[in-house]
C-alpha cells in the first residue's frame, strides 16, 4: 500500500489506483461492505488507525468531517450549524470539490460532488494504517446532474491515515470518447485556536496572516506550513497545483445560515486545488495528491 506521504501526481497516466491494484482480496469490497456507521443523519465510515488515530467520512460527498490524530486531537472544523441531513452541502472538514469550483463555471457552485452520495468500495487496515476507497461515477448521478454534465467518469477518492498524518487522493478519470473540462479540490477547513495567530508559509514570498475576511489564489504550490496556537502543520500537495486560502471573516460569517458568528475564528481553509479548468482526454486520468502531517 502507499506510504503515508504525497507522491508525484502523474497527470494523463493511464494508471489504476495504487491501493486498487495492491488490495488484499480478502478485504470486503463493493457490495460486501458495510458502512459501519453513521454521522448526524448520515450513513458514515469511521476509520481507526491501531495507534488511535481516528477519521469520518460520510458517504454524501465522500466528506471527512473529522479527524483524530493518535494524541486524541481534534483537526478539523465542523461548524455548528452545518447540515447534516443530506439537504445541503456540509459546512467544514474537507469538501471534495469537482468538476467546477466556486463560481467558475455555468454549473452548480463548486460542483455537484460535495453534495451527492458516494459509494465506499473498500476499507481496512493494512501496514498500520486505515484507509477507505470512494467511488463517484456517471452513472451515479441523478438525471437533473447527468443532463447539465454529460460526461462518462469515474471519480476516486482514497483516504489513508494513521499516527500524526492523514493523505488524500482524488483521481477523476475521463470514461467517455470526447474531453472533458473540470476543475478539483479538497475544501480543507483547519482546525485553528484563534485566526489572529495564523501563519501560513509556501504560499507567497513573505508568511500570510489573517486578520479577517480572505479569499486569494496561489499558484505553483508544493508545501504549505500552517502555524497557529495548535501547534504546526506540514501540507504537501502534487498534482493540486493551487492553493485557496479562505476565512470569511466576520461581516460574511454573520450572514451565513449555516455557521454561528464567532466561528469564523476558529478555522482557515488551504485548499489543494487544480482551479484550470484542466482538459482531460478520454481514457486518460488524473491524479491530486494531499498529505498533511501534524508536529
Ligand atoms: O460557501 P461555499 O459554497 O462552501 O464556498 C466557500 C468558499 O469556498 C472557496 O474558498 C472560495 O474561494 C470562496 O469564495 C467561497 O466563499
Known sequence: MEENTVAPAQAGAHTEHPVTRSMDPGLRRDDGLEVSSKFAELDAVHLKAPDGAEAIITLYGAHLVSWKTADGRERMFLSAKSALDGTKAIRGGIPVIFPQFATRGAGMRHGFARVLPWRVTASGVEDGAAFAIFTLADSDLPATVATSW?????????????????????????????????????????????????????????????????DEVFEGI?????????????????????????????????????????????????????????????????HGRYNVSCS
Open 222 to 286: 508544493h508545501l504549505v506550513t500552517l502555524a497557529s496556537g495548535a501547534g504546526a502543520l506540514r501540507l504537501e500537495q502534487a498534482g493540486f497545483t493551487d492553493a485557496v486560502v479562505w476565512n470569511p471573516g466576520a461581516a460574511d460569517t454573520a450572514a451565513m445560515s449555516d455557521m454561528e458568528a464567532d466561528e469564523y475564528k476558529r478555522f482557515v481553509c488551504i485548499e489543494p486545488a487544480l482551479l484550470g479548468p484542466a482538459t482531460l482526454e478520454p481514457g486518460q486520468a488524473w
Open 150 to 214: 454529460p460526461h462518462k467518469f469515474t471519480l476516486t477518492l482514497y483516504i489513508v491515515m494513521k499516527g500524526s498524518s492523514i493523505s488524500m487522493s482524488l483521481n477523476v478519470r475521463n470514461d467517455g470518447d470526447a474531453p472533458f473540462p473540470f476543475a478539483a479540490a479538497l475544501h480543507t477547513y483547519h482546525l485553528v485556536d484563534d485566526l489572529s495567530a495564523v501563519r501560513i508559509d509556501g504560499v507567497q514570498p513573505s508568511t500570510l496572516t489573517l486578520g479577517d475576511k480572505l
